[in-house]
RNA sequence: GCCGACAUAGCUCAGCGGUAGAGCAACUGAUUCGUAAUCAGUAGGCCCCCGGUUCAAAUCCGGGUGUCGGCACCA
């Protein structure tokens, strides 16, 4: 005598056991027709799956939120029966919903091509119309090996085999054709409608390991409607728009070729940029007692061997030899990090405790030997420059200077246009230095710190640095997109390998902790981050070219040229655009190279000394005296941590 | 690094065995113009590199390199 209770508090009882279907129908036509799934004490299941006692029941319709993962779920295994159906002999293995679609990963020796897409659709959506019911069926394990065996299935029979005991094993049929899969699933195939597309074909290692078979994955999109269709499409398309590679090119900004992989070429207006985030990061730095140094780029092997970085980082590092028969011998690298240079000059003279904290900061150029299929634009280079710093400290001091810093990184985050971030927290990965004991004092010291930081985090097991673990600070841009950036690690290891050590309050040796930390992460990746969330239209202060001053007829250039550099004086980026073209023609131009004020000077203003101040790409002019113009602009040029005071003196 | 695709003028791309093309940008000239493309002309190419097939290769084949999309890796 099931009772059943509704979302809305209200119970149904029926007299033996009962299925979704029959209980969705027992409450109304319109439910039993627009249910695809329901949820049974917070655990999705089949329409179909029987309820046999007591339970919460919620429909799932869809509107709701898991409809979209149920339809993406339904459609890989569509998309896998239309490709049974037209490439014989291809193996299934595992076709999981993911963000934004789907994907199903196949083992066929050809592997597909996105021409291969029509046919496939086509199939896809025959396979839609014809409605078939997902039918769920519960199999025994060696039964269910033996018959995905017999088709050559040996994937499937793999993932049987390597269920743990006395896991039910559950195929689900649509018509002729059958899937081992968990569920839960819709109704029938009709349910996934035709809002889906095939978007990409991929390689993708078996089970995510690199020593296992390429497998052929095919990648695609589903949604509740054409209309949630377009709109994904749409914003991939924007994506490619704003694309820093793109934007980088159209700007100006920089340009990467074959004779330096994976190293910037910053052209002027990117260095421009550049040297702007630069100096607002020096100047918080300062402000928050950080002391900057710089630090050798090649350093002998020797000191690579003490830290560690030699044993277990040499694959990712460039060696350096020289030709000379004396110094043949010797072996240079690269620094891929600035960590233990740092705790050279922490340990170039005794320290004492009433030094600590000690924040070293450094904008260190490191380079790391990327493998080649990783690198991506400027965001992921072989030359970067991190904003990095080590904080030489107690442990006590460990929980306050996590606090500080998150202070700091939220506020900078903030400047930069980022509203707000997420924090994983990544603890002890395989391949580590140091032992256990040290590990646990580390990760709790930091979850410690967390705690007093009041900093809310999502754990990220196994993925710490080789020395400690990491709070990781994850960015979320304009168009929803992630961005790991900041970090902070803890790190009890390298310390005690380059023996660091500062004289306590009673006179006793005692070891640092050091944070390892960093805000934009490098400098590289974080403008290619700012380019695509601001889509190259910056905020006035950090745009590489601020103000066009355009002419309208030649007349105006003298006045023109005046007026440039009377903003230059007051520190502003502009440029004189003098052409003899119109001036449709040149608003057209800098909204084009998205510039976000044009000062235009015509014959009258000229005459009397003004520019008309337009902001594009908007349409409103407003005519000022250049004084008032250049004062006004120069104001709202100020960097946000410059600003700051100046508006609390102006409220005072 | 692995799988796949791609590489032609500064940019975006067409050409796919028989003399290398377009649009935009650039340059020159005319025009002096009031807020999203003025007109005319000129110039611009080791068709990524190295081999091979062919009477003939940008085009077909092989090998490199790079880029792009994923995977793996990661700031």
């Known amino acids: 005598m099931p009772a059943i209770t509704l979302p809305d508090g209200s119970v149904r009882s029926f007299d033996g056991p009962v299925t979704g279907t029959a209980i969705a129908a027992s409450i109304g036509p319109g439910l039993a027709k627009a249910a695809l799934a329901m949820e049974v ?131 689900y049929r649509q018509g002729e054709w059958l899937d081992l899969c968990r569920g839960p699933h819709m109704r029938s195939t009709g349910d996934v409608g035709t809002a889906f597309k095939l978007m990409k074909v991929a390689g993708a290692y078996w089970r995510g390991d690199h ?11 589903a949604w509740r409607d054409g209309k949630e269709l377009e709109a994904y499409l749409a914003m991939l398309e924007e994506a490619e728009r704003r694309d820093h590679r793109r934007i980088g090119r159209e700007m100006d900004l920089f340009h990467l070729q074959e004779e330096a992989v994976g190293s910037v070429f910053w052209h002027p207006k990117g260095w421009r940029l550049y040297r702007t985030v630069e100096s607002y990061m020096r100047r918080r730095l300062d402000a928050a007692d950080y002391a900057e140094v710089r630090t050798p780029q090649l350093v002998d092997r020797r000191l690579w061997e003490a830290s560690g970085h030699w044993e277990k980082f040499r694959e990712n590092m460039f060696l350096a030899t020289v030709e000379d028969e004396a110094e043949k011998h010797r072996v240079l690298a690269l620094k891929p990090m600035n960590c233990p240079c740092h705790v050279q000059i922490f340990n170039e003279r005794l320290r004492s405790y009433r030094e600590l904290p000690l924040r070293m900061a450094e904008f260190g150029s490191c380079h790391r030997y990327e493998p080649s299929g990783a690198l991506h634009g400027i965001m992921r280079v072989r030359a970067f420059t991190q904003d990095d710093a080590h904080i030489f400290c107690t442990e006590a001091q460990i929980a306050p200077e996590t606090a500080r810093f998150v202070e700091l990184l939220s506020t900078i985050y903030r400047d930069f246009g980022f509203e707000s971030f997420r924090v994983k927290f990544s603890d002890r990965p395989a391949r580590r230095a140091g032992t256990d004991a040290v590990w646990d004092q580390a990760e709790e010291a930091l979850k410690e710190a967390c705690r007093i930081a009041g900093v809310d985090y999502v754990l990220n097991p196994g993925e710490g640095a080789f020395y400690g673990p ?129 000062a235009v000077i015509g014959r009258r203003e000229a005459e009397q000394g003004a520019v008309v101040l337009r902001r594009l790409p908007g349409r409103e002019q407003e005519l000022l005296p250049l004084p008032e113009a250049v004062a006004r602009l120069a104001a709202e040029g100020t960097p946000p941590d410059l600003a700051a005071p100046k508006a609390a003196v102006a409220a005072a």
């Not at 963000?99 to 021409?115: L, Q, S, V």
């Not at 839609?128 to 060696?142: G, K, L, N, T």
């Open 211 to 221: 020593r296992n078979q390429m497998l052929s994955r095919i990648y695609g999109t």
């Open 41 to 171: 004490d917070g655990r999705l299941a089949d329409l179909s799956a029987r309820i046999d006692r007591d339970a919460r029941v919620r429909f799932i319709t869809r509107r709701d939120p898991e409809a979209l993962e149920l339809i993406r779920h339904d459609c890989a295994h569509v998309l896998a029966e239309a490709v049974q159906a037209l490439f014989p002999g291809t193996q299934v293995t595992i076709g999981p919903a993911i963000e934004n679609g789907f994907y199903y990963d196949f083992a066929r020796n050809e592997p597909f091509t996105p021409e291969d897409f029509p046919a496939i659709e086509a199939k896809m959506r025959e396979i839609v119309a014809r409605d078939s019911p997902f039918v769920r069926e519960e199999w025994d394990r060696e039964e269910a090996i033996r018959y995905f065996l017999e088709r050559g299935e040996r994937y499937k029979a793999q993932i049987i085999e390597d269920l743990p005991a006395g896991e039910t094993i559950s195929v």
């Open 470 to 598: 990491k709070l990781e600070f994850v960015l979320r841009d304009a168009i929803g997109r992630d961005w790991q950036c900041g970090t902070l690690q803890v790190d009890f290891v390298l310390p005690e390998r380059l023996g660091a050590e500062y004289v306590a309050e009673d006179g006793s040796r005692r070891r640092p902790v050091m944070l390892h930390r960093a805000i934009l992460g490098s400098f590289e990746r974080f403008l290619g981050i700012l380019i695509e969330q601001h889509a190259g239209r910056f905020p006035f202060w950090l745009a590489p070219v601020q103000v066009v001053v355009a002419t309208i007829v030649d007349d105006a250039a003298p006045f023109a040229r005046e007026a440039a550099a009377a903003m230059a004086r007051a520190g502003l980026r502009v440029e004189a655009d003098l052409r003899n073209e119109k001036i449709d023609r040149k608003v057209k131009d800098h909204i084009g190279a998205r510039v976000p004020v044009l």
